[in-house]
């Protein structure tokens, strides 16, 4: 397969988690967001849960964390609920195949989402059907 239908391949299957994990980024309360329906998407992801951890930590967290931070804040779509999905997908394309010289944890605000997360993830891989 050619590098580039590679690529293509991979944006096409990470974009689901992408901006199913982008939501943990956006500012809210923690208890509003619907761990039930991230869930789900992750879960039907391909991706193992290290995967998906490693995929928060190492091309989600690095593009987004400044939106934590009252002095930095990302783009953000008109219905200001969601970040510009066109934006987010060339911003973490840009991560892809690339190894991070320096690996940071997410922000601890964002772990003890990811935990509720693998959690509700671990729930909806037992209810999926095997075929």
Not at 28 to 55: M, R, W
Not at 56 to 72: A, G, H, I, Q
Not at 91 to 113: A, N, Y
């Amino acid at each position: 397969m050619p590098a580039q239908a590679t690529i293509d391949a991979q944006i096409k299957e990470r974009t689901p988690v992408w901006l199913a994990l982008s939501e943990l980024f956006l500012e809210g309360e923690a208890s509003d967001l619907n761990h039930s329906e991230l869930a789900n998407i992750l879960a039907a992801s391909p991706y193992s849960l290290a995967e998906l951890y490693i995929i928060l930590r190492d091309e989600v967290s690095p593009v987004l964390r400044t939106n934590l931070s009252p002095f930095m804040p990302i783009p953000i779509s008109r219905d200001w609920e969601r970040f510009d999905q066109a934006w987010l997908i060339v911003e973490l394309t840009k991560r892809l195949g690339r190894r991070p010289w320096f690996t940071r944890k997410p922000p601890k605000i964002i772990l003890k989402q990811w935990e509720v997360l693998e959690r509700a993830i671990l729930k909806a891989r037992s209810q999926i059907p095997s075929s």
